[in-house]
Nanobody, 115 residues
Framework: QVQLVESGGGLVQPGGSLRLSCAAS????????MGWYRQARGKQREMVAAITSGGNTNYEDSVKGRFTISRDRAKNTVYLQMNSLKPEDTAVYYC?????????WGQGTQVTVSS
């Protein structure tokens, strides 16, 4: 059974930083591209960053240069380092494989950027 558990969210001021973590089931992590997604209130879920099993990355335009996705194979964990946070980054952040599988969505972790 696949399990993805997100953590690391919180309240941060504009310009601040957070690092999100996603602990994943072993097999799925090793063979899949992984993505970080977010859903702001009243909006559709969108992918913000992805990383392939080979380590190639891509980012949604609004986060390029501010967010960095990485993965630690030994820990079966994928990270999202978020710098220079803006109020519009406020959302619930989720991880999933890419393309996302509906049954893999976890609870997510809330990120709130506010002064």
């Amino acid at each position: 059974q696949v399990q993805l558990v997100e953590s690391g969210g919180g309240l941060v001021q504009p310009g601040g930083s957070l690092r999100l973590s996603c602990a994943a089931s072993g097999n799925i992590f090793k063979i899949s591209s992984m993505g970080w997604y977010r859903q702001a209130r009243g909006k559709q879920r969108e992918m913000v960053a992805a990383i392939t099993s080979g380590g190639n990355t891509n980012y949604e335009d609004s986060v390029k240069g501010r967010f960095t996705i990485s993965r630690d194979r030994a820990k079966n964990t994928v990270y999202l380092q978020m710098n220079s946070l803006k109020p519009e980054d406020t959302a619930v952040y989720y991880c999933n494989i890419r393309p996302a599988v509906a049954s893999y969505w976890g609870q997510g972790t809330q990120v709130t950027v506010s002064s």
